[in-house]
């Protein structure tokens, strides 16, 4: 199981970036994916989910700036952020999870950088 994730960098506060967390290894459809974020020294928190039904949510400290989707045809989960304040630095991992028998089986990308610069 991969989950690769790209498109972090540095960004003025105020500017957008795209994350995209390509699957590989898993049945992406059944899948509910969520970007993760975590600053040095914190918890790592939810950002934003989608169900494999479509559904999303979001914290609140990114609700009405962040986009969740997913493209089931290219395995991919993208974040688009817009918006961005300094305060949204920190690494931003995608998981995927999904219930057989009963039990959670879930899996983590290995992080993408996104500075914001005030």
């Known amino acids: 199981v991969q989950l690769q994730a790209s498109g972090g960098g540095l960004v003025q506060a105020g500017g957008s970036l795209r994350l995209s967390c390509a699957a590989s290894g898993i049945v992406f459809s059944i899948n509910h994916m969520a970007w993760f974020r975590q600053t040095p020294g914190k918890q790592r928190t939810l950002v934003a989910a989608?169900?494999?039904?479509?559904?999303?949510r979001y914290s609140d400290s990114v609700k009405g700036r962040f986009t969740i989707s997913r493209d089931n045809a290219k395995s991919t989960v993208y974040l688009q952020m817009n918006g961005l304040k300094p305060e949204d630095t920190a690494v931003y991992y995608c998981?995927?999870?999904?219930?057989?028998?009963?039990?959670?089986?879930?899996?983590w990308g290995q992080g993408t950088q996104v500075t914001v610069s005030s």
């Open positions: 998981n995927a999870a999904h219930f057989t028998g009963g039990n959670l089986e879930h899996y």
């Open positions: 989608i169900t494999n039904g479509g559904y999303t």
